[in-house]
């Protein structure tokens, strides 16, 4: 497409877009001035659009015949952090305090603008392409969650979606069938023991300690159970007491763990719970002073589940990209990486993929991680992505067979239609 005449104007539209999405940058579930600016684009492009999930956006382009539909989804928020100026982001940098779109959303958006309007210019092609500009991906348990409650999946066929990341390089595309991005879950612990005295460590129990020791316990647990590349683990927060010479009667301990599978999941859930009974078991005194003391309190959040990558899907994906873009590095076996995305609840409902595309550069100095205060991404992507977004939708609606089995997902898709 880059050789078609349009295609440079189409380009700096896109460019443009993902520029003026950089500028204003919203938290999640607060993004209703980029809300408004979906609206205002989507109602100057004459695609009909409703609100969804409270900030979303939900919009539908038809073709000229009957046939299947293809949702293809962009999450809209940014994140909690203070946007540092470069040499290259003079023009765009966010001008929001303390908020930025430092992990690609801002493109993903611009991206699917971009195929929108190919849509738009080329009509003749059977059934639906939905359009899901989604809130809230950036905080469990996520925006997709409210788009499927609310009707967004209805009559949905396939879905698709598109992240860009700095860890292959710039137009590169990267996938795998079946899991591919781990779960996210967040642990939450109290360990209550008896305040006191620093001077009388006889009459307090100290939970500094017994945090320290299940720190020290619950690594080398789960080593003994689990395979290193099952799983990591890691402690955010620890936050206790108040006075320098006093032993606290609390302390609390904030940390996530992410998984590949359930089975793995419930072995951590497990090996927590027995190592801060021993450490309950450790720390216990007699004396009537001491009743009930130690003691702990455990909230585990199960948020986004596995991320699965449908194999019929995926390796048609695969089969079209090798075919409709020959100069395109894939990565069609790419391995599963422990960050995590709640695209993974729409995967549940319908057959799909979710495709990372590169955007590392090192002459240009994009180096930098998705999160960090000087992430950017190299413009150059966006209309591969767009292209991608474009052409495998398109191939999808006119032969759905080479996708998925239709006999197959009849019934999640009843199941939508009820819902």
């Known amino acids: 497409m880059r050789n078609d005449p349009s295609a440079e104007a189409l380009e700096a539209w896109i460019i443009r877009l993902r520029r003026e999405f950089h500028r204003y940058p919203e938290l999640s579930f607060k993004e209703y001035e980029t809300q408004k600016r979906i609206l205002k684009i989507l109602g100057e492009l004459g695609i009909e659009a409703r609100k969804i999930a409270d900030t979303g956006v939900l919009a539908s382009i038809r073709g000229t015949m009957p046939g299947p539909c293809i949702a293809l989804r962009t999450d809209t928020d940014g994140l909690q952090v203070q946007e540092e100026l470069t040499e290259r982001n003079e023009d765009y940098i966010s001008g929001n305090d303390g908020v930025m779109h430092a992990c690609g959303h801002d493109g993903h958006m611009a991206m699917l603008f971009g195929a929108a309007r190919l849509f738009l210019e080329n009509r003749d092609f059977p059934g639906e392409v939905r359009l899901i500009f989604q809130p809230a991906e950036e905080i469990p348990p996520g925006g997709s969650e409210r788009v499927i409650a609310e009707g967004g999946l209805k009559g949905v066929d396939a879905v698709m979606g598109m992240h860009i990341f700095t860890n292959h390089e710039s137009g590169s595309v990267g996938f795998r069938p079946g899991p591919f991005m ?70 609390e301990i904030l940390g996530s763990y992410r998984t590949f599978d359930s089975e793995t999941t419930e072995i951590i859930d497990m090996t927590i719970r027995e190592c801060l009974d021993r450490v309950k078991e450790r720390y216990a005194k007699p004396g009537e002073e001491f009743t009930g003391l130690p003691d702990y309190t455990l909230d585990i959040l199960h ?61 240009k100095g994009i180096v930098e991680i998705n999160h960090s205060c000087t992430f950017d991404i190299d413009e150059k992507i966006l209309f591969t992505g767009t292209e991608i977004f474009y052409t495998i939708s398109l191939d999808f609606l006119k032969h759905p067979e080479k996708y998925i089995d239709l006999q197959k997902y009849n019934g999640p898709r009843e199941y939508l239609e009820k819902a």
């Open 303 to 363: 948020g986004y589940p596995v991320l699965v990558n449908d194999p019929d899907f995926t390796g048609a994906v695969n089969l079209k990209l090798q075919e409709s873009f020959p100069e395109l590095t894939v990565y069609p076996e790419m391995e599963k990486t422990f960050a995590a995305e709640d695209f993974a609840s729409y995967l549940q409902m319908v057959p799909g993929i979710f495709i990372s595309l590169g955007t590392r550069n090192q002459e």
């Open 182 to 251: 781990a779960s996210t879950n967040r642990f939450e612990i109290t360990l209550k023991g008896k305040g006191g005295h620093i001077s009388k460590p006889e009459s307090c129990i100290d939970p500094v300690r017994m945090a320290t020791d299940f720190i020290s316990s619950i690594y080398p647990a789960l080593e003994k159970r689990l395979e290193p590349d099952k799983y990591v683990l890691g402690v955010g927060r620890i936050q206790g007491g108040a006075q320098f010479n006093r032993t606290p009667d609390s302390v």
